[in-house]
Structures are given as C-alpha cells and as structure tokens.
C-alpha cells in the first residue's frame, strides 16, 4: 500500500487519507507557509494539521473586505 507522508507534521499516513488545499483556503495556505516556507499547498495535508490550522485562524481577528 502506498503511504503519504504529510510535510507538515512528517506522518505517515494512507494516500486517502490526504487533502488539498483549494485556492479558496488562501488565508490556510498562507499560514502553514508562514511555518513551512518550503511547503507548496499541491503537496497537500493531512485532516489533522487541516483541523489545526483551522483553529488557528480562528482565533485570529479576520477581516472580510467583501
Ligand atoms: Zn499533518
């Protein structure tokens, strides 16, 4: 079985298991960059640290010019 390992938090995980970012999640992008410079979001991420970054925007004040 081919496993996938997430850049971010270096686990292995099932290939299934991986999501990709969309251009919409362009505020997460920007944070996990922010942590793993190297990181491109086609590389994709694993449902935790997806969870994780998340969290962490919610707590930040986040501002919709829209
Ligand atoms: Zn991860």
Known sequence: MENYVCPVCNEALERDLM????????????????????????DGICQECLDYYKKTLGHEPYHDEA
């Open 19 to 42: 999501v990709f970012l969309k251009h919409t999640d362009h505020h997460i992008i920007e944070v996990v960059l922010k942590e793993h410079p190297k990181w491109g979001h086609q």
